[in-house]
């Protein structure tokens, strides 16, 4: 059995609160070009309150791109163009069509324009 | 003029705007631990015989068979969509009082220049087009009359579409007439029953009586709506919520519950909800209340039911504290050999957190002052909703929590709960 002598105990000094640069050499040159990093959410979401998301369950849509487990952002606020894809409901399901240039015999209700396909590469 | 707008049925419709197969037909939600019917659409309602507030396990057979789908309260949902409701309507208005998970008032006096008629279209197509939840919207002069259009929007639906605006004084006669006394805003079922039993039977012949008979019999609260009714805005607008006077939580146990211990853990858990909430609007509670009961519906259980209320030395809203009183307090009114359905707390007396007043006789415990507290909440935000947490509240399973049998998906919260679309080919 080893002993161990615990020789005095001091306390740890703060050197300097973490966060602020210690003005010690050269200050970054870059700090007057600081600018918070790309964010995603600003990129895809133009209207927050009135996107929402859908995920996929199936590879039946990969004619319009949409695979398994992707997930679509659905942005409500938006008038759909045609040739856009929107989710639309027909007969009380959830459906996924490019949106028609003349009217089509099947009635639907549009639920929105889906703006992005977000798709996991690996 | 004030605009009210408000969601029609909004649990129900929030969980029909994910379930298009369930458009058109009747929908109900079912209260915390599915309780009781606490919310159901017009389908629903259309069904007579569906009686609100009523047990579940009583109804649960009637609404089966009247091909009723139910759902477990989804507040995470709920909240989430009157969030995005609310920021829309603050497009509309700098001034949004929210009143309500689903009204708030709108200030339109700025909007002189508008058709009132129009921009209540637009409020109401806006709400429908960007979260799928109908709304009405009433406009007028002063919010009880706001709140009386708005009850008018939905009941003549095919003539008013939803916004429905008083803004002459033929249409705002016309809609007194029309409002029964007892549903007028603020006026209690005591002063309507006394005001029917003098022959007051709608709100405009409340507004014909003396001003000073209002006074006397009806205090300045109906004095104010007995003004409001009559177009003279009284009633000031809150753009900030006022703090809460009392805070409490109080919910039924997922089975019944024995033993001290589990219902000591269900209570420091629900202390340390609202305690969280008493430091998010900066007061202190003194005085705190635990309340503990049987299941009253029940014919073959032994009723127990005990409230203690606990006055604090010092007011005060530290989660630890609390616990530590209510503990104590549980201790006193709890009674073995019962099986419990309920615990809850209430914390009253509530003042701004600069106003505690320290006690002579109760030295504040250092660990009070520092920023415990504090580093706790902050580290709760970062991290999510209970990252730390006391441990009275305990790390076993939590038997006494909430079942939610039939409670939908966290569709706006939670990535694994996403609305799913299951493909087929077109």
């Known amino acids: 059995m080893e002993i161990f002598s615990s020789g005095k105990l001091s306390k740890i000094k703060n050197k300097g609160a973490s966060g602020l640069s210690k003005q010690s050499g050269f200050p970054s040159p870059a700090t007057h070009y600081a600018e918070p990093s790309v ?3 600003k990129e895809l979401i133009a209207n927050r309150d009135a996107t929402f998301y859908v995920r996929i369950d199936g590879d039946e849509l990969s004619n319009y791109n949409i695979w398994d487990k992707d997930v679509l952002l659905i942005d409500r606020s938006l008038a759909p ?3 856009d894809l929107v989710l639309v ?3 009380g399901e959830f459906k996924v069509i490019r949106f028609p240039k003349v009217f089509l015999e099947t009635e639907f209700i549009l639920w929105g324009l889906i703006s992005y396909i977000i798709h996991y590469a690996r | 003029m004030i605009a009210l707008v408000d969601c029609n049925s909004f649990y129900a419709t929030c969980e029909q705007v994910f379930r298009p197969d369930l458009w058109g037909k009747p929908v109900v939600v079912l209260s915390n631990n599915d309780g009781c019917v606490i919310a159901a659409n017009k389908e629903a309602k259309a069904l007579s015989g569906i009686p609100m507030f009523e047990p579940f396990f009583k109804i649960k057979k009637l609404l ?9 309260s989804n507040y995470t949902l709920y909240g989430e ?3 995005r409701v609310m920021n829309i309507l ?8 929210i009143y309500s998970i689903d009204e708030a008032f709108l200030d339109l006096s700025g909007m002189k220049h508008f058709s009132m008629n129009c921009y209540g279209h637009q409020i109401k197509d806006t709400i429908f087009q960007y979260t799928g939840l109908p709304v009405g919207v009433g406009i007028a002069p002063t919010k009880v009359l706001a709140k009386l259009a708005n009850k008018i929007s939905k009941k003549r639906v095919s003539e008013n579409k939803g916004v429905f605006v008083i803004d002459s004084e033929e249409k705002r006669i016309e809609a007194l007439q029309w409002a029964d006394i007892n549903t007028v805003w603020g006026i209690g079922s005591k002063h309507s029953k006394r005001l029917k039993d003098i022959g007051i039977l709608n709100a405009y012949e409340f507004t014909q009586l003396p001003k000073e008979w209002v006074r006397k019999n009806m205090t300045v609260v109906g004095l104010r709506i007995w003004s409001e009714l009559q177009g003279k805005p009284t009633i000031e607008f809150k753009t900030v919520p006022s703090p809460k006077k009392g805070i409490g939580t109080a919910k039924s146990f997922g089975k019944k519950i024995e033993d001290l211990g589990m219902i000591q853990e269900a209570c420091s858990s629900y202390i340390s909800e609202v305690s969280e909430l008493l430091r998010n ?3 202190c509670a003194t005085y705190l209340q635990v309340f503990l009961h049987t299941n009253y519906f029940s014919n073959h259980d032994q009723q127990y039911s005990k409230s203690i209320t606990v006055t604090l030395g010092i007011p005060t809203n ?3 504290i609390l616990i530590s009183e209510a503990k104590k307090a549980l201790n006193i009114i709890y009674k073995p050999g019962y099986r419990f359905k309920k615990v809850g707390v209430c914390l009253s007396g509530i003042i701004p957190s600069n106003y505690v007043q320290g006690n002579l006789f109760i030295p504040t415990p250092r660990w009070e002052k520092n920023e415990l507290m504090h580093v706790f909440d902050k580290i709760n935000r970062k991290y999510g909703k209970s990252t730390l947490f006391s441990g009275l509240v305990g790390t076993r399973a939590k038997e006494w929590e909430l079942v939610k049998e039939d409670r939908s998906p966290r569709y706006t919260t939670q990535w694994k709960e996403l609305l799913k679309l299951k493909t087929t080919k077109n």
């Open chain 1, 39 to 41: 964010d995603l959410h």
């Open chain 1, 81 to 83: 163009k045609k040739n």
């Open chain 1, 89 to 91: 409901v027909i007969d």
């Open chain 2, 64 to 72: 089966i068979d009247n091909n009723v789908t139910f759902f477990s």
């Open chain 2, 81 to 83: 969509m009157s969030q």
């Open chain 2, 90 to 97: 603050s497009s509309f208005s700098p001034e949004v009082e």
């Open chain 2, 281 to 283: 609007q900066k007061s």
């Open chain 2, 318 to 320: 530290n989660t630890f």
